[in-house]
């Protein structure tokens, strides 16, 4: 296997800065939240905020130490979920918190760098919040990515992984890369001190405003001809009704001459099955297996909502 290649940007630990000589590089997760999701916590109290740094830290600092071979018999306990499903994927470890850089603009440490069976290289992110931002991840295992092949110019990253581990459980979930162009794009914005970055996975299909004034002009068409079609059933009503008294005048039931026939049917009762009722009966929470072959699902396509402005 190959070795990868240090950085030369030294991390410190307790000021949490990265620095190459007396430049100072920007950590990746200031530039995502600056960027793409400026408000991720803000809903979410410190004390919340704080208490899930803790525990994530400390999972970390488990990960990073069982890494070094220096863990704990007690401490693999509780991280057995973890070094299970590692197992079960077929994942290697191969490194830890191994630190990549661009050596201009920024620079952050992957948790763990593995490798599976034919030697590929996967890079793979611990998180221990208790749903996983899919597209947040995307994002920074991406840079991760880019950085990583750059700083090792003859290896290729073959995919990525978040490795989510929450009260006594652990899963690993394949996260989707993006584009070089996308991270070049967020890492020039940064350079060149932009305020806003249009995320390009949230771009508007292209031509969807000339679809959506062809669909705001076929909407007028249709509000006139409801406007036409509403006063015209409303005079067929009153017409339909004025024959049927005429011939209900003459005990007449039906008619026929040489411009029509009419016919007034006579008033019928429809069951209708109320299937709310049923299933919420007690007859069927009983035995809800005597019904079953008698109850078809269909799928219906969800409805597209457009609301005009």
């Not at 740094?53 to 070094?68: K, M, P, Y």
């Not at 005429?246 to 007449?252: F, H, T, V, Y």
Request: aromatic share 8%.
């Amino acid at each position: 296997m190959a070795e990868l290649i240090k950085s030369a940007v030294l991390f410190d630990e307790e000021t949490h800065t990265y620095t190459l000589g007396d430049k100072q590089l920007s950590g990746i997760t200031s530039i995502i939240k600056r960027f793409i999701f400026p408000n991720m916590y803000a809903s979410v109290s410190q004390a919340v905020l704080n208490r899930a740094a803790e525990r994530g830290t400390r999972i970390h600092n488990l990960v990073q130490l069982w890494a070094l071979g220096i863990l704990s018999d007690e401490d693999i306990a509780e991280l057995q979920p973890f070094l299970d499903a590692l197992s079960n994927a077929g994942l290697l470890q191969y490194d830890s918190e191994y630190l990549v850089s661009d050596n201009e603009l920024v620079a952050s440490s992957i948790d763990l760098v593995c490798t599976d069976d034919d030697n590929n290289f996967i890079l793979c992110d611990i998180k221990t919040t208790s749903v996983l931002h899919i597209e947040y991840l995307q994002w920074q295992l991406s840079i991760y990515a880019y950085l990583f092949e750059r700083q090792n110019p003859t290896l290729k990253v073959h995919s990525l992984k978040a490795i989510h581990i929450r009260d006594g459980k652990c899963a690993i979930v394949d996260i989707t890369r993006l584009s070089d162009e996308h991270i070049e794009a967020l890492l020039n914005a940064y350079r060149n001190g932009d305020e806003t970055f249009d995320n390009p996975l949230h771009a508007l299909p292209e031509g969807i405003d000339e679809l959506l004034k062809q669909y705001a002009e076929n909407e007028a068409c249709l509000s006139d001809i409801d406007q036409v079609k509403k006063v015209h059933d409303e005079r067929k009503k009153a017409l339909q009704a004025a024959i049927g008294d005429a011939l209900r005048s003459q005990n007449m039931q039906k008619m026929e001459t040489d411009m029509a026939k009419v016919t007034i049917g006579k008033d019928s009762v429809t069951p209708k099955f109320d299937f709310k009722s049923f299933v919420q009966s007690d007859i069927y929470k009983q035995s809800p297996d005597l019904y079953k072959d008698f109850i078809k699902e269909t799928t219906t396509a969800g409805r597209i909502t457009i609301t005009l402005r």
